[in-house]
């Protein structure tokens, strides 16, 4: 699939499960700038998640989006990503990858301690809602 076949899936898998609203020259720009942090899910030929990540600088990278389809969570999918996200990550040497996560979402926030990832920090109204985030770090 190109990604101008796969926008529109990408775009509404993340309307389903991600609270912020992003435009589908968001995605193309990401896909363009960083096609090695662009990771897309695939179960039978289907799109079913998405992880968008960015290098910042030789010591770090960051997590920017990460979706999985609502009937295909609780499967690993995100796993699977975030893994081959940090995968890539230490490829290039790099031993740091930071996010931002919703102060309320706390299966995000428990998933994303699962893999080893802290909570370094938190910021006030960091949404478009003025909701706050925390920024969570997995060193290695």
Same mark, same amino acid.
């Given at each position: 699939?190109?990604?101008?076949?796969?926008? +529109?899936?990408?775009?509404?898998?993340?309307?389903?499960?991600?609270?912020?609203? %992003?435009?589908?020259?968001?995605?193309? %720009?990401?896909?363009?700038?960083? +096609?090695?942090? =662009?990771? *897309?899910?695939?179960?039978?030929?289907?799109?079913?998640?998405?992880?968008?990540?960015?290098?910042?600088?030789?010591?770090?990278?960051?997590?920017?989006?990460?979706? *999985?389809? +609502?009937?295909?969570?609780?499967?690993?999918?995100?796993?699977?990503?975030?893994?081959? =996200?940090?995968?890539?990550?230490?490829? $290039?040497?790099?031993?740091?990858?930071?996010? $931002? *996560?919703?102060?309320?979402?706390?299966?995000?926030?428990? /998933? %994303? $301690?699962?893999?080893? /990832?802290?909570?370094?920090?938190?910021?006030?109204?960091? %949404?478009?809602?003025?909701?706050?985030?925390?920024?969570?770090?997995?060193?290695?």
């Amino acid at each position: 699939l190109s990604l101008h076949d796969a926008l +529109p899936i990408l775009i509404k898998i993340a309307s389903q499960t991600l609270t912020e609203k %992003y435009s589908p020259g968001l995605f193309a %720009y990401f896909y363009e700038t960083n +096609p090695d942090g =662009f990771i *897309v899910g695939n179960l039978n030929h289907k799109i079913i998640g998405f992880l968008i990540g960015i290098k910042i600088n030789d010591q770090k990278t960051k997590i920017l989006m990460i979706s *999985v389809s +609502p009937q295909h969570q609780k499967q690993k999918i995100g796993t699977k990503l975030l893994e081959e =996200f940090i995968k890539r990550t230490q490829k $290039e040497e790099i031993n740091t990858i930071e996010l $931002e *996560v919703r102060i309320d979402n706390h299966k995000a926030i428990q /998933f %994303y $301690e699962k893999h080893g /990832f802290r909570k370094i920090i938190k910021i006030k109204e960091f %949404y478009q809602d003025n909701k706050d985030a925390y920024t969570m770090q997995l060193r290695f």
